[in-house]
């Protein structure tokens, strides 16, 4: 949990090292263990060190190999949270990230103050602290969720998903048959009210897609309703 004693460990990865060294003297302050890393392969050997991180604050611009790099070959073994960096404006780096498995991003030049809050909403989801809303143990068709041990599995086999992923999908799941909006899923999920032009959900809901695959029925367990949100199907509904 947050309250725990040891402080949540950091690894901050950009090559801007003044920059660098701004937000992690202020994450310091907020209470986070930080430590830097300027290149791809720095992070990489960092991540896969002895001693874990709880989260990765992940620049997509970095010399030789890029964040996106670095986030694809870390989500073959690894659901570490990551929080993206991106350019201002870069819509495609976002989504790209998220499509990769990132679990939210923050666009450059970022307020230290918004980087500390976006920290602690993804550690909350990395915890098991999902907004109060209570999390019990689920079975929809034939997709099981377990709230103890945060895993999911699909006829029997497990599925490895992020934590904004499970997060995502207990809600669903939680509120089957019925829609839930975009709007709540942004404060309820990704702990942030839902900004204009924000794909974020979009983009977590297409993971889900690809990652439950399909129903008894040959459809998507999860069906978009147009400019409201999205509902987990109930076949026996239908």
Same mark, same amino acid.
């Given at each position: ?8 460990? $950091? ?6 090292? #003044? &920059? !660098?060294?701004? *937000? /992690?003297?202020? +994450?310091? %302050?907020?209470?986070? @263990? ?71 991003? $923050? ?6 103050? #918004? &980087? !500390?809050?976006? *920290? /602690?909403?993804? +550690?909350? %989801?990395?915890?098991? @602290? ?109």
């Amino acid at each position: 949990m947050l309250g725990r004693m040891n402080k949540n460990r $950091i690894l901050l990865a950009d090559d801007d090292v #003044e &920059l !660098a060294q701004l *937000l /992690r003297d202020f +994450l310091v %302050r907020e209470g986070f @263990e930080v430590v830097l890393a300027h290149d791809a392969e720095a992070a990489v050997a960092a991540v896969r060190g002895d001693k874990p991180f709880d989260a990765l604050v992940l620049d997509v611009m970095l010399p030789g190999r890029s964040g996106l790099d670095v986030l694809r070959e870390l989500r073959r073994d690894s659901t570490l949270p990551v929080l993206m960096l991106t350019a201002l404006g870069e819509d495609i780096d976002r989504i790209l990230g998220l499509e990769l498995g990132a679990d939210d991003y $923050i666009p450059k030049p970022c307020n230290p103050r #918004e &980087l !500390a809050a976006r *920290l /602690r909403a993804v +550690l909350r %989801r990395a915890h098991g @602290e999902n907004g109060g809303e209570a999390m019990t143990d689920l079975q929809c068709e034939n997709v099981t969720l377990r709230a103890a041990s945060r895993s999911v599995a699909v006829d029997g086999e497990p599925v490895t998903l992020t934590a904004t992923e499970f997060d995502l999908l207990a809600l669903l799941m939680r509120e089957a048959g019925r829609v839930v909006t975009k709007e709540r899923i942004s404060q309820t999920v990704l702990g942030r009210p839902l900004g204009p032009y924000d794909r974020s959900i979009d983009v977590h809901v297409s993971n889900l897609r690809r990652k439950l695959g399909n129903a008894a029925d040959g459809q998507s367990h999860i069906t978009t309703i147009h400019r409201s949100g999205y509902l987990f199907r109930k076949l026996d509904e239908h």
